[in-house]
């Protein structure tokens, strides 16, 4: 082991005492941790949007606060990128653009020059996605021609027909309904400072045609579409009024089913505010109960500080205090022991156990058992978070030698098995759904239509299942390796879907394999050590950014090293049993990248909402994966042994 390259015991310690110092004074009184969710500038333009939309009265300074942030996220190259430091991104640039003259920017202020010539010298704003340009349809900007058809009547559809909303991902479905209604009945913008965005075009915007094919989908499949939409066209003005009625009213019942009080529609912002603007042209009052929830639990997502404002995505309270509890029990002191406690107890009640939400239509005789990411979305929970509970749970009450979490864990553990996929992985929020014609329809241009099983859920999955003491031999487990082997890249890495990328999905699959005892030898296995040792960057840390989910991925570019994958390199190398120069560099860059505060830097995007098209900045990974690598590294160094004994 090389000298050179180790921190001194004692400086581990007053660093991992740092952070777990800074990390126990982020505890909210009632034993969770939340922390802000970024992501890039849309969902806070598009909260300007919506409220010039309805005519909401102004509030100046709120609009002040979001222009800050606006222009301070504008890119070198003119336009807003997805990511920090990321590539000029159409939709994002347009609505950023329409949201600082909407709040009353001078478009021949600089930064407006550059954003407008940036969409100019790309196309101009006619080559956004389906989403925007259902937007600017709404406020008349464009015609409604622009956006591929979906009638109403698709609410009416029997579940055996080729596009059905059970073969879409949730994210889609609840997006998807109330903007149907929308689609279906056309209304228009109040705006009410007139603000248009034409000079955005290289054409008179009510010229344009449809959409284009996007670079993920395929000409025979795009075509067999396009020709649907075509005739779907023509025919929609036709289409008989009373089932249009009926589908209108099972939108407005679907949404009103998943309303979610002030959590919100799916939980997430665009369901959030289609659900309002669907009420809205559905004629409810401002005052209707409906309406005012809807419209808080938006306003509930808002970060305001002394000088800038954003809108968050969604928020994360669940997966954040899960992740802390982990990092703490790794900490092992008797105060970070206790606190993991109470943060597993706050989450106890969370777990839904009643509702059947929308993955029943798969698995009607699963019983519910999971955690949803955010503080309440009943009808939408998620394994990556019950895995993660589960698994925390499990691990305090060794630690504390209680029974507290038994049924929790039961039940969790019986959902995850209950769900698991025909091709041995695991999905995010449902099963089999793996339908990927749908991602050629022309209103598929974003390609995250659906959620199919991926590398990264299925290592936590399966580290689950392994820590609570399934064994290789058992079908579900062999299954699960079995398509960790098959979707293993040439070059040893792992996918992540939901973590930036590579790194993500390799760390999550070591732990996996690690935890079910797959010998540390295994070709598997050393390929991917192989890998994250020969992507390391000089400066002994990891980083990776959202460009590895392009189409023509070829192997990782070099990328500035993070903290957090930093963190998930060295956790998945320690799974792996390593320990060495490459374990020791990436000790020694986090030991001297923390900050005063006890905590990491972290600008730089790691996580994931949809590949290619939305990214996330999660606050917290900065604050509780360095931690936790470096307890892991501190408690194997001293055991004298770097092997792992849990899931994660």
Known sequence: MDATNRIADDLLDRSIGAATAALLRQQKPDGHWVFELEADCTIPAEYVLLRHYRAEPVDSELER???VYLRRTQGKHGGWPLFQDG???????VKAYFALKMIGDDVDAPHMRRARDAILARGGAASANVFTCSLLALYGVLPWRTVPVMPIEIMLLPKWFPFHLDKVSYWAR??????LVLM????????PRGVTIDELFTRPPMTVGPRKKAPHQKWSWFLVFRAIDAVLRVLEPYFPKGPRRRAIAAAEAFVTERLNGEDGLGAIYPAMANSVLMYDVLGYPPDHPNVAVARKSIDKLLVVKDEEAYCQPCVSPVW????VAHALLEVGTDQAVAQAGKGLAWLKP?????????????????????????YANPHYPDLDDTAVVVMAMDRVQQNLG????????ARGREWIEGMHSRNGGWGAFDVDNEFYYLNNIPFADHGALLDPPTEDVTGRCLSMLAQLGEKQGAPAIDKAIGYLRKTQLADGS??????????YGTWSVLCALNAVGVDHDDPMIRKAVDWLKRIQNPDGGWGEDGTSYKLDYRGLEPAPSTSSQTAWALIGLMAAGESGEAVDKGVAYLAKTQGDDGFWDEPRYTATGFPRVFYLRYHGYAKFFPLWALARYRNGQRANRPSVAWGM
């Open 65 to 67: 606060k979001i222009a």
């Open 87 to 93: 590539d000029f991104d159409m939709s994002a640039s």
């Open 174 to 179: 609840t997006v998807l309904v109330p903007l």
């Open 184 to 191: 279906a009945l056309k209304p228009k913008a109040k705006n």
């Open 320 to 323: 954040d205090t899960g992740l």
């Open 350 to 374: 969370l777990q839904v156990l009643d509702t059947k939400g929308d993955w029943v239509v798969r698995r009607p005789d699963v019983r519910p058992g999971g955690w949803a990411f955010q």
């Open 402 to 409: 209680t029974r507290e979490f038994d049924g929790a864990i």
């Open 494 to 503: 792992w996918y992540g879907r939901w973590g930036m990328n590579y790194i």
